[in-house]
């Protein structure tokens, strides 16, 4: 069974930095691609950014481009979202999601794609 446990989320200023990760145990852990979702208030969940399987290839959405850096290390397990430049409609649950890639090299844009799902950590950016 795949676990996916997020952390890092806390209340910070607007301009202000935070790190999120999320440690994926039960499997093999470069079967799988991965994703940093967020869900607002009121608004559906929407995609972030993305991570294929080795790491080579992201995606982001247009509003946190330049300013969002997906990584993950392999040898940890562990998917990381670097969040610089925090606004405060970048406030917030973010989840991590994961899903199993064996033959696919890319990234994985699709939501409803992914199989496995983290418990969500809340990011509040003041003004």
């Known amino acids: 069974q795949v676990q996916l446990v997020e952390s890092g989320g806390g209340l910070v200023q607007a301009g202000g930095s935070l790190r999120l990760s999320c440690v994926v145990s039960g499997r093999t852990f470069t079967d799988y691609a991965a994703g940093w979702f967020r869900q607002a208030a009121g608004e559906e969940r929407k995609l972030v950014a993305s991570i294929n399987r080795s790491g080579d290839s992201t995606y982001y959405a247009d509003s946190v481009k330049g300013r969002f850096t997906i990584s993950r290390d392999n040898a940890k397990t562990t998917v990381y979202l670097h969040m610089n430049s925090l606004k405060p409609e970048d406030t917030a649950v973010y989840y991590c999601?994961?899903?199993?890639?064996?033959?696919?090299?890319?990234?994985?844009?699709?939501?409803?794609?992914?199989?496995?799902w983290g418990q969500g950590t809340q990011v509040t950016v003041s003004s």
């Open positions: 999601a994961a899903v199993d890639a064996f033959a696919y090299s890319g990234v994985v844009k699709s939501q409803a794609v992914y199989n496995h």
